[in-house]
């Protein structure tokens, strides 16, 4: 897992919003409880934030340096898709 979502220098935060309790979000809930753990035990250090908040689509948020922010929306997407899209943010070093 751990390589899956190797987070690069520049990644200051990573933040997932979604609702608690839409149908809308249950694949992000199930993919933030089983993957949170492992990201955070690899990167104690790095901001992981989970808002929750009724009626909010589902996305991701990355933060790097210099203020640089990119969204990915999360909405329909199955397990491996969002892991996908949660990898590529991580990585990136805009």
Do not use: W
């Not at 190797?6 to 933040?15: I, M, Q, Y």
């Not at 694949?27 to 992981?48: D, E, G, N, W």
């Amino acid at each position: 897992m751990a390589a899956r979502f190797a987070f690069g220098n520049s990644l200051k935060e990573l933040r997932f919003l979604f609702c608690q309790t839409g149908e809308g979000s249950a694949a992000v809930r199930a993919f933030v409880q089983k993957s949170y753990p492992l990201m955070k035990k690899h990167y104690p250090h790095t901001p992981i934030l989970i808002r929750e908040a009724l009626g909010t689509p589902p996305r991701v948020f990355a933060r790097y340096e210099f203020g640089k922010e990119k969204q990915e929306s999360l909405a329909g997407l199955s397990d491996e898709e969002i892991e996908a899209k949660v990898s590529a943010l991580v990585k990136d070093t805009t």
